[in-house]
């Protein structure tokens, strides 16, 4: 059992989700014996608390992992010993069901967010954290497991790419670009993902998954691309940080076959897929919904069910923000406190969110966002957990690097 996540990948950008360019051929071939979902979104647009939510099957204010080092990292300067909210021991994680099901586990993530000071190591036989060092290393240190992993019982693999994630280390060829900043990002964005299928493409042909190896293949967050004025993500939830690819792949399985899967559905539903998917049991007090039954036929559209996100800012000397977006059908509501302003889109002739339509449907969004209010009241909830850490001036630097310190 594989799940790989590309962070920071949007499915605009991957042929199989009708990009023009070949910027990913391996993932496209298993694209076309795949489950696809069509609309898959993520429980928050930077890594922490989306990938915390793949992890437990909950929402960010479920699983209390909300801010991450983006945010709790800008009071750095003030105190270098700083609380890092992390997942509670009390909340099961994925590479904790597996155990617990007679699997061994191991992940090799390359993001500084994927880490024991956060709570990701519960459930993991053998964990190694690296920091943005490229889908190259990260293959070298799977590869480096190989005798682990092949051995024995069954396995649970979580790879962690991070090579789509600014600072990029790949550069344009001399007259690649044109020069104009955001096109020659982009184009490097695309040669980023590139390097990545290579190497998901070497590891399938090492280890042998186009056999019978289920795989999961899916994202963090997106990536702003200068739509709203900024590149980057974690500071929005519209649909180019949220939307994210979302593919299962289990050759001759029979409990997967190749097809597309329309309607919003959450990456909260891996955990609570995967469980039903490999007879582990139904899960309990998870937010993410079944899909199983979507895999074995798809073709059909998600049943109809509100999918939320969620995102907290809140950086030194700065008023917290908070922004609440839910999807049901066609529509999706945002709330972002920072301006008191709510929106309103028609995600069917408006997937870019270009006309924000709340001002003449104001009783269709409230409803809407009732629906998430009422779902985060009475929601199962777990409390808070917070470690103590010291980062010394090589990590501030690297992390500053990567955008996570101002």
Known sequence: ???????????????????????????????????????????????????????TGLYPFQHGVVMGLAAQLQIIKQDPNIKINRIPDGVLTMPEVFKANGYRTFTVADNANISKAQGFHQGFDKMVCLSHTGAKNVNRNVIGLEKEIKGGSPYFLYIHYNDPHKPYKLELAPGEGNGERVYDQKLVYDKELTLVDASIRELFQRFGWKRDTLVVVTADHGEEMFERGFYGHGRTLFNTVIHVPLLFFYP??????????????????????????????????????DLSALLKEPGRTAPARPVFSHLQLKGAGRAEVLQKAAIFGNYKYIYQSNAETSLFFDLARDFMEERNLYPGHTAQANKLAARYYQFERTCKRFNPDYVDIELDEKSIEHLKTLGYIQ
């Open 1 to 55: 059992m594989v799940v790989i996540l590309i962070d920071t990948t949007r499915p605009d950008h991957l042929p199989f989700y009708g990009y023009p360019k070949a910027t990913t051929p391996f993932l496209n071939e298993l694209a076309s014996r795949s489950t696809v979902f069509e609309q898959a979104f993520a429980g928050s647009s930077w890594t922490a608390p989306a990938t915390a939510s793949i992890f």
């Open 252 to 289: 001759g399985s029979g409990l997967v076959n190749g097809g597309r899967v329309q309607g919003p559905v959450s990456t909260l539903d891996i955990l609570p897929t995967l469980s039903s998917l490999l007879r582990f049991g139904k899960l309990k007090d998870v937010a993410g919904a």
